[in-house]
């Protein structure tokens, strides 16, 4: 046994409970979209290293007095650390969804399917399956997101302990404690080094492994368990340079925390600095035990809400989800500074009558390591049995004949079919492919239909106005249907600019075969640059470009729109370009479901704003061509005040900026002269003649 002085000590540190103060701070701050605090997703990160020195320290503490782990007693201090809070909490959040979320909705599936993961510690996997990312916009929807972490940190510690016992049963008896710190902190090393490679090469390409799932966040565990593996005699050394660490630890979480945002490619390389000064601010708080950082994390008002800290990071992300879902999408700091001081008050709550009744006082079904694990098990069966019942909520209201609308708004979309969008398709003697032509005589198609999700949802118009001819589908999500050197300036993916050149070799070839026509459309505002006015958008960031800019890329646009049509015209092809679609504030679906039809039409001013500008800027392109007309549909989906999202009984959009088929349908009888033209009929009039909007009422 090796001195007293070698040992970590085991002894309660306040200034710890001060540094998850600062990463709990950073998280719900960034969470609640507060200014300076871009970057408040590394308080994740920092978290990670404190449990890795406390407890890595804790079993080796036990292994080296005792010479043995009891892995049931530590699994049983896990459950009651982690679970009798995180019930309550997901109880709650299911208790809500049943009643918040829009009925019968894909929403309240995914949270009784995240609840479900939950139960199994693996709601990371979970998201990682089913969402794009952590960053993405549609994450508001997702209440138990959060959770991703713990099933990170549990799956950890199912791992560790065995690998720690193994080591310690392997050398048993062989070894002084000092060769078995030093054996373990070589493995912890080891692991490092394999999962920050991991973490580093995976983060460029698949960023959602990177941050979700295991492999690639051991290393910030094992870095704190070798801090906290190091004896106070390597501390005692370091005293002189203990404050030095101690602010140049807090200085990277700092720069991480107001330099970092959601556009950084993280983990990876990125990550290192907030790990890294989480490991250099415990060793210098370690060492210098009277330092001045020590003693400002160590104060009152940090350790409380340090020990608040798990309780508080469980509930400020489902009451901040709600209510972004109640409001339908919208974000108020003023809101969210409501709901986090909220969940605050609840973490107090539930630390005071749950967490430290379960951690410390050992009191009814934890009294033991027996009753405490059969207790955990227990927990994850309600878990699952809560889940089911928000499952059977959402069925019964999918049944429900009062529901039964807004279940076929939602679905009343053109299926996508991923073949008919991806750049790396067959051949193009191949082509057409079956599954992207609509219509008879599929080998032969008349019209092609050509651009991004905003071209897609044309699809019923054109195959309702033409029955007796093939329609030919290419359309690739926010890829702008351009081609030339100038496109490849406009889109962020090389892939776009891939398939848009495969598009140009299948009309050439299509053309030779019979093809008369070309529908071009986009979601042009954003390729113009201009901000969208969708809640749903609002949260994802953008930039709000300056006048200059927006000039050059008008400019930019127009251009490469120039090549695209004359390359078109030049080999005998009618161009039809579909003007920009009103959108809504807020998706149709969900907002009719959970508002007044009032609340969810759109004002017309706000779309004049958006639209006026990518308008005439597309205008003044086509004007310059005989053969291509520019179709404008504000008049049908908008009076003089209101752009619809519904009208005569049918919803017209499936969410804020998409149709329906229905009203793609609709629209296709009502541009019937204009789309002939596209075709070859010689008497169609201009499209700005035959438009009449709908009045007030819809009629």
């Given at each position: 046994?090796?001195?007293?002085?070698?040992?970590?000590?085991?002894?309660?540190?306040?200034?710890?409970?001060?540094?998850?103060?600062?990463?709990?701070i950073?998280?719900?701050?960034?969470?609640?979209?507060?200014?300076?605090?871009?970057?408040?997703?590394?308080?994740v990160?920092?978290?990670?290293?404190?449990?890795?020195?406390?407890?890595?320290?804790?079993?080796?503490?036990?292994?080296?007095?005792?010479?043995?782990?009891?892995?049931?007693?530590?699994?049983?201090?896990?459950?009651?650390?982690?679970l009798?809070?995180?019930?309550?909490?997901?109880?709650?959040?299911?208790?809500?969804?049943?009643?918040?979320?829009?009925?019968?909705?894909?929403?309240?599936r995914?949270?009784?399917?995240?609840a479900?993961?939950?139960?199994?510690?693996?709601?990371?996997?979970?998201?990682?399956?089913?969402?794009?990312?952590?960053?993405?916009?549609?994450?508001?929807?997702?209440?138990?997101?959060?959770?991703?972490?713990?099933?990170?940190?549990?799956?950890?510690?199912?791992?560790?302990?065995?690998?720690?016992?193994?080591?310690?049963?392997?050398?048993?008896?062989?070894?002084?404690?000092?060769?078995?710190?030093?054996?373990?902190?070589?493995?912890?090393?080891?692991?490092?080094?394999?999962?920050?490679?991991?973490?580093?090469?995976?983060?460029?390409?698949?960023?959602?492994?990177?941050?979700?799932?295991l492999?690639?966040?051991?290393?910030?565990?094992?870095?704190?368990g070798?801090?906290?593996?190091?004896g106070?005699?390597?501390?005692?050394?370091?005293?002189?340079?203990?404050?030095?660490?101690?602010?140049?630890?807090?200085?990277?979480?700092?720069?991480?925390?107001?330099?970092?945002?959601?556009?950084?490619?993280?983990?990876?390389?990125?990550?290192?600095?907030?790990?890294?000064?989480?490991?250099?601010?415990?060793?210098?708080?370690?060492?210098?035990?009277h330092?001045?950082?020590r003693?400002?994390?160590?104060?009152?008002?940090?350790?409380?809400?340090?020990?608040?800290?798990?309780?508080?990071?469980?509930?400020?992300?489902?009451?901040?989800?709600?209510?972004?879902?109640?409001?339908?999408g919208?974000?108020?700091?003023?809101?969210?500074?409501l709901?986090?001081?909220?969940?605050l008050?609840?973490?107090?709550?539930?630390?005071?009558?749950?967490?430290?009744?379960?951690?410390?006082?050992?009191?009814?079904?934890?009294?033991?390591?027996?009753?405490?694990?059969?207790?955990?098990?227990?927990?994850?069966?309600?878990?699952?049995?809560?889940s089911?019942?928000?499952?059977?909520?959402?069925?019964?209201?999918?049944?429900?004949?009062?529901y039964?609308?807004?279940?076929t708004?939602?679905?009343?979309?053109p299926?996508?079919?991923?073949?008919?969008?991806?750049?790396?398709?067959?051949?193009?003697?191949?082509?057409?492919?079956?599954?992207?032509?609509?219509?008879?005589?599929?080998?032969?198609?008349?019209l092609?239909?050509?651009?991004?999700?905003?071209?897609?949802?044309?699809?019923?118009?054109?195959?309702?106005?033409?029955?007796?001819?093939?329609?030919?589908?290419?359309?690739?999500?926010?890829?702008?249907?351009?081609?030339?050197?100038?496109?490849?300036?406009?889109?962020?993916?090389?892939?776009?600019?891939?398939?848009?050149?495969?598009?140009?070799?299948?009309?050439?070839?299509?053309?030779?075969?019979?093809?008369?026509?070309?529908?071009?459309?986009?979601?042009?505002?954003?390729?113009?640059?201009?901000?969208?006015?969708?809640?749903?958008?609002?949260?994802?960031?953008?930039?709000?470009?300056?006048?200059?800019?927006?000039?050059?890329?008008?400019?930019?646009?127009?251009?490469?729109?120039?090549?695209?049509?004359?390359?078109?015209?030049?080999?005998?092809?009618?161009?039809?370009?579909?003007?920009?679609?009103?959108?809504?504030?807020?998706?149709?679906?969900?907002?009719?479901?959970?508002?007044?039809?009032?609340?969810?039409?759109?004002?017309?001013?706000?779309?004049?704003?958006?639209?006026?500008?990518?308008?005439?800027?597309?205008?003044?392109?086509?004007?310059?061509?005989?053969?291509?007309?520019?179709?404008q549909l504000?008049?049908?989906?908008?009076?003089?005040?209101?752009?619809?999202?519904?009208?005569?009984?049918?919803?017209?959009?499936?969410?804020?900026?998409?149709?329906?088929?229905?009203?793609?349908?609709?629209?296709?009888?009502?541009?019937?002269?204009?789309?002939a033209?596209?075709?070859?009929?010689p008497?169609?009039?201009?499209?700005?003649?035959?438009?009449?909007?709908?009045?007030?009422?819809?009629?």
């Amino acid at each position: 046994m090796t001195p007293q002085s070698q040992k970590t000590p085991s002894r309660y540190r306040p200034d710890i409970d001060g540094l998850r103060a600062i990463a709990i701070i950073a998280v719900v701050f960034y969470h609640a979209g507060f200014p300076g605090f871009p970057g408040g997703f590394v308080g994740v990160d920092v978290f990670f290293v404190i449990s890795g020195f406390l407890i890595t320290a804790l079993l080796f503490n036990e292994a080296a007095a005792t010479g043995r782990l009891s892995l049931s007693a530590f699994y049983a201090r896990r459950v009651r650390r982690l679970l009798p809070a995180a019930l309550i909490v997901v109880a709650v959040s299911l208790l809500l969804g049943a009643f918040v979320m829009p009925p019968a909705s894909d929403e309240q599936r995914s949270l009784a399917r995240s609840a479900m993961a939950v139960a199994f510690f693996a709601s990371n996997f979970f998201f990682f399956t089913t969402t794009g990312g952590y960053f993405d916009a549609p994450s508001f929807t997702m209440p138990l997101l959060h959770t991703w972490s713990l099933a990170v940190e549990e799956q950890y510690y199912l791992i560790w302990p065995l690998l720690m016992l193994l080591v310690f049963r392997f050398f048993r008896g062989t070894a002084t404690e000092s060769t078995m710190r030093a054996r373990v902190v070589w493995a912890l090393g080891v692991m490092s080094l394999i999962s920050l490679a991991v973490s580093i090469g995976m983060t460029p390409e698949q960023q959602s492994f990177s941050f979700y799932l295991l492999p690639a966040r051991v290393w910030e565990f094992a870095i704190g368990g070798v801090v906290g593996l190091a004896g106070s005699a390597l501390c005692a050394r370091l005293r002189s340079w203990g404050e030095g660490f101690a602010v140049l630890g807090l200085v990277l979480i700092v720069y991480s925390v107001v330099m970092f945002n959601d556009g950084t490619p993280f983990p990876g390389s990125a990550a290192i600095f907030p790990v890294c000064g989480t490991a250099l601010l415990i060793i210098g708080m370690t060492a210098n035990e009277h330092g001045i950082v020590r003693r400002v994390l160590a104060s009152r008002p940090l350790v409380f809400i340090g020990l608040l800290s798990y309780s508080w990071y469980l509930w400020h992300w489902p009451l901040l989800s709600f209510y972004r879902i109640y409001s339908l999408g919208a974000r108020s700091l003023a809101a969210n500074a409501l709901a986090i001081t909220a969940a605050l008050v609840l973490a107090w709550l539930t630390y005071v009558w749950i967490e430290r009744p379960a951690r410390m006082y050992r009191r009814g079904p934890f009294r033991s390591i027996r009753a405490t694990l059969f207790t955990g098990g227990a927990i994850c069966l309600l878990t699952l049995s809560l889940s089911a019942g928000l499952w059977a909520w959402r069925h019964h209201q999918q049944s429900a004949d009062a529901y039964q609308w807004i279940k076929t708004a939602r679905a009343d979309r053109p299926s996508f079919v991923a073949a008919c969008s991806q750049p790396e398709r067959p051949p193009v003697a191949d082509l057409p492919l079956d599954e992207c032509t609509y219509g008879p005589h599929k080998q032969q198609p008349k019209l092609l239909l050509w651009g991004d999700s905003h071209a897609h949802h044309f699809l019923p118009m054109l195959t309702a106005a033409f029955p007796d001819v093939a329609v030919y589908e290419l359309t690739m999500p926010r890829c702008v249907p351009l081609f030339g050197p100038e496109s490849e300036k406009l889109t962020p993916f090389k892939s776009c600019n891939e398939f848009n050149q495969r598009a140009l070799q299948e009309i050439l070839a299509l053309r030779e075969i019979g093809l008369e026509g070309v529908v071009i459309s986009a979601r042009w505002p954003l390729h113009f640059g201009h901000r969208s006015f969708a809640t749903i958008d609002q949260q994802r960031g953008a930039l709000e470009l300056d006048s200059e800019r927006l000039a050059q890329l008008r400019a930019q646009m127009q251009t490469s729109l120039e090549r695209t049509l004359g390359t078109l015209e030049s080999i005998g092809l009618r161009v039809l370009v579909i003007a920009p679609t009103p959108q809504l504030v807020y998706s149709a679906p969900q907002c009719l479901a959970l508002r007044g039809e009032a609340d969810c039409h759109a004002p017309r001013a706000l779309n004049d704003e958006l639209l006026d500008d990518t308008r005439m800027a597309l205008a003044e392109v086509v004007a310059r061509h005989r053969d291509v007309r520019l179709i404008q549909l504000m008049d049908f989906f908008c009076d003089a005040q209101t752009c619809y999202a519904s009208r005569d009984g049918k919803v017209l959009y499936h969410d804020a900026d998409h149709l329906t088929k229905a009203a793609a349908t609709d629209l296709g009888r009502y541009l019937a002269a204009d789309l002939a033209w596209v075709r070859g009929a010689p008497t169609a009039p201009a499209p700005s003649e035959t438009l009449s909007g709908p009045s007030a009422s819809g009629d």
